[in-house]
């Protein structure tokens, strides 16, 4: 009798863990579902390189301009980071690059640049301007024009706003030093003269800048 009790006791163990067994293997299994859809939900999302500018108003303002453009003066952004009117480039003046002229220009003119998608001046570059702007006051007769340009990224439509506000910014700061109005003008090419050419950030980084030039009577 007491063999057979023993017996039974084992078959009856025997069967208790057979039937936990496939239990925690069909556990396993659920897990493996649960990262292989976490994992394919990561792979679905948007690369980096789809990411928009942050900033939406400038092409939305764009858009409205192409629909209306009867309102184009009142809607156009760029007018908001103007401190003085803007004059038309002289057509008897050609403006050059400091290089073309001499080593001492190349030094004070240098360029600008920028955060991603910004027309705020750094604090580094506020020297530069500064040089510039009492080179220019010792020098009342030198015209200049400010380039804005910018990286590939952004519709073209809103790298020419974007460039025109980066030399906005930079006629403003000198405007603010005492620099005559009348001797600045600006020009925006948006992403179509590149410094450099590629398509990664250390392209990207020499692309968004101010640039000077030079006038000279012709």
Known sequence: MGKNLNFLIIIIVIFVVSCQVPQKKQERVKESSLKEKIKELIEKQEPEERITYPTPEIPQIISTISEKKSKEKEEYPVEE?????????????????????????TDIFQNI???YDSY??????QEILKKIAEYLLKNPKIMILIEGHCDER?????NLVLGEQRASSVRNFLINLG?????????????????????????????RRCEFKIGREK
């Open 81 to 105: 980071t103007y401190a003085e009117n803007l004059y038309p480039i002289p057509q008897n003046i050609k403006f050059v690059s400091p290089a073309e002229i001499n080593q001492e220009l």
């Open 113 to 115: 640049y920028f955060d």
């Open 120 to 125: 705020e001046i750094k604090r580094s570059y």
């Open 154 to 158: 952004g519709t073209r439509e809103y």
């Open 179 to 207: 620099v005559s109005p009348k001797r600045l003008f600006t020009v925006s090419y948006g992403e179509d003269k590149p410094a450099y050419l590629g398509h990664d950030e250390m392209a990207w980084v020499k692309n």
